[in-house]
């Protein structure tokens, strides 16, 4: 995808996001565009199991770039926590291809609401699950889970269960 149109996408789901909520960190853009990458919108960015589940340092290191020419507007959260993202004074200028704008609205609805912690989890169950999938078939989701909660002991079983039967529900799974 050129770089202008993936420039189109990445704002376009942050005004989308914005349009159901008003909190947007870094940790929730990084799930929200690995969603969207799997949903089949072509970003090319490579995802890799990190602290907070599937991080990309090329996103990373693009998300400050876009900062700094205004076309997103990231700033520390007053709160002393996380970061603030916004569409910049100059992410007007970049559109998105209209056969990427279904896969964005679904990745908002299904997912732009949910906390920080739900889309750890949910994108780390995707991200085992795509993983494991392709050493063995019908997975049961008992072994995911399990691989997940090695990787996320902080969260309960019945958490990261309940956010596999999410992306089941999905399809994601």
Request: aromatic share 12%; glycine share 8%.
């Amino acid at each position: 995808m050129p770089q202008d149109m993936k420039v189109g996408a990445i704002v376009a789901l942050v005004q989308g996001v914005h349009r159901k909520t008003d909190k947007l960190g870094k940790i929730q853009l990084q799930k929200l565009v690995y969603f969207l990458q799997e949903t089949g919108v072509p970003l090319d960015y490579e995802f890799e199991i990190y602290h907070y589940g599937p991080f990309s340092f090329e996103l990373s290191d693009q998300m400050n770039f876009w900062d700094s020419l205004g076309v997103l507007s990231i700033a520390a959260d007053p709160t002393g926590y996380g970061f603030s993202i916004n569409v910049g004074s100059h992410g007007s200028k970049y559109r998105i291809d209209n056969k990427y704008s279904p896969r964005i609205d679904y990745v908002v609805e299904k997912f732009g609401s949910d906390s920080p912690a739900k889309l750890e989890v949910k994108s780390t169950v995707h991200f085992v699950n795509k993983v494991l999938k392709k050493q063995m078939k019908n997975l049961p989701e008992k072994l995911v889970v399990g691989k997940v909660k090695e990787l996320k002991p902080q969260f309960t079983d019945s958490f990261i269960s309940d956010c596999y039967q999410e992306l089941k529900g999905l399809r994601l799974v």
